[in-house]
């Protein structure tokens, strides 16, 4: 008796295709009167993933572990163990029967084939196949189709069936030209080429921002990892970015303490950074975890310099000075007749750390984090739970051009 044992990995989501082929061949070897192979299949495991285009690392799959394993179909002492494909140049192709003993391997290989013979009937004639077998006594025979079965007793229309079990290591299980459905993105990752991206950009931008003619974030992302013509400079930019991956980090623990807060988002954001690998689904939700984080850095920093702020200016003065937007706060409309005016609250902050407020009636106003320098005149100077304020009317801002690092 001699066992055939085949190893290979598969995408989790073939493993019931495999069971298919598996049952199907085995009922039409049975038809010839050999024994079945079993099947085994592993629980499903992470393995790591390369684009099959340029063999870049993406991620990872569920992926499961098949082992088919049965007897060598064998008569009288003979066994096939190779089919020799001949083409038109000559050449011939050997492919060894599955799960082949290294022994019975090592001689089909060492075997140098002769187009068109056959040891059965030594009729000579052009055949595209022919196929080796080889007896216990170590004499090896190259037989034509038709004369396996009179010369060794083997079926050999059962035989080709058994030999489909070694085309399924070498199958392609998915779609040509597209990456998988399951595959996964490691969360570290995800979040340390976002930091980059970030960095590189000179801030966040969000898919609802695509009106100011950006490209948000997560495209980017999503761009890195999955589109094949992203420019290799512009990948390779991002992975020299050497912060990016401690920003990540400190990214990673803000979001996982987020985990169970009444805050839907942050507990949304905490789930996913505690995970080891991220679904392509929720990557913008991931990736929106570095704008989060930094928003809380800046404020945590607002809040520090805004414990020294002081009242500027005399009320009626109009002053002007650089500052950051720190909040807009949409208040209640009002109503003139037919006319709706929008009011916001926007909050300025200097670089000393002092606050300024404004409330706006103005259909344009800045965003939150936009560096700006703002013209007004003070109304009045407040103080809001410790912080003192400075009040602005009659405001006008304009977008102030950072100086370059």
């Known amino acids: 008796m001699r066992s055939a044992a085949m190893r290979f990995s598969v995408p989790a989501t073939a493993a019931n295709r495999v069971r298919q082929l598996v049952e199907a061949t085995n009922t039409r070897a049975a038809v010839h009167r050999l024994t079945a192979y079993s099947l085994d299949i592993s629980a499903p495991f992470l393995a790591e993933y390369r684009d099959p285009f340029d ?3 993406i991620g990872q799959r569920p992926t499961v572990e098949v082992t088919i394993f049965g007897e060598v179909p064998r008569h009288h002492g ?3 163990v190779a089919r020799l494909d001949h083409d038109e140049e000559g050449e011939t192709i050997v492919s060894l029967f599955p799960g082949l003993p290294e022994q019975e391997a090592a001689a089909a290989r060492e075997y140098r084939a002769v187009a068109n013979v056959c040891h059965g ?10 196929y080796l077998a080889r007896h216990d006594s170590g004499e090896v025979r190259q037989l034509g189709t038709t004369c396996v079965e009179p010369y060794t007793g083997l079926p050999i229309k059962g035989i080709e069936a058994l030999w489909r079990f070694g085309t399924l290591k070498d199958t392609d299980w998915d779609e040509p030209g597209s990456l998988p459905g399951d595959l996964r993105l490691p969360v570290a990752e995800v979040l340390r080429v976002t930091a980059a991206v970030v960095a590189q950009e000179g801030r966040f931008y969000s898919r609802s921002e695509q009106w100011k003619h950006t490209v948000p974030t997560a495209d980017l992302i999503e761009s890195y990892f999955f589109d094949r013509k992203a420019p290799m400079e512009w990948r390779a930019a991002i992975d020299a970015d050497a912060e990016a991956a401690r920003t990540a ?4 623990e803000w979001a996982v303490q987020g985990y169970g807060s009444p805050s839907d988002y942050r507990h ?11 679904d392509p689904r929720h990557l913008a939700t991931l990736v929106s975890a570095i704008a989060g984080w930094h928003r809380d850095q800046e404020q945590a920093a607002n809040e520090a310099a805004a414990r020294n702020s002081q009242p500027k200016g005399e009320v009626g003065e109009r002053i002007s000075f650089n500052a950051t937007v720190t909040a807009v706060v949409e208040l209640e409309s009002r109503t003139y007749g037919y006319h709706t005016q929008r009011r916001h609250l926007i909050k300025f902050q200097d670089p000393e750390g002092n606050v300024y407020v404004w409330f706006s009636s103005s259909a344009q106003v800045p965003g939150r984090g936009d560096a700006v320098q703002v013209t007004g005149t003070v ?5 809001y739970g410790q912080t003192a304020q400075t009040v602005l009317q009659r405001c006008k801002v304009t977008e102030r051009e950072l100086a370059a690092a």
């Open 379 to 383: 109304k009045e100077h407040s103080t």
């Open 249 to 252: 980090a400190a990214v990673r």
């Open 268 to 278: 949304k954001v905490g789930q996913l950074a505690k995970a080891e690998t991220v």
């Open 78 to 80: 003979w066994t096939v």
């Open 55 to 57: 063999g870049r690392l």
């Open 121 to 130: 009937c030594n009729i000579a004639r052009h055949r595209t196949a022919t």
